[in-house]
């Protein structure tokens, strides 16, 4: 069984994003999504040095969406 992390697409309170990303990267260390989440509210709060790493882990594992900007589908 696998477990299910929903998180929300931002809520614009950097403070609480981040708190919630972080809790949830330590319980799913290996979830894209969890990783683009805490890579993103890092990001956002200046930390760009430890978002990098985590918003890679995003890219390399996540598809590609269709007709977003920078997509790696030609």
Do not use: C
């Amino acid at each position: 069984m696998k477990a299910v992390v929903v998180l929300p697409d931002w809520s614009g309170n950097d403070r609480q994003d981040y708190e919630f990303a972080s809790k949830a990267h330590k319980a799913f260390p290996d979830d894209a999504h969890v990783a683009k989440a805490l890579g993103r509210a890092m990001y956002h709060r200046g930390e760009y040095a430890a978002a990098t790493p985590l918003l890679q882990q995003a890219i390399r594992a996540l598809p590609p969406r269709a007709g977003a900007a920078g997509s790696r589908s030609s």
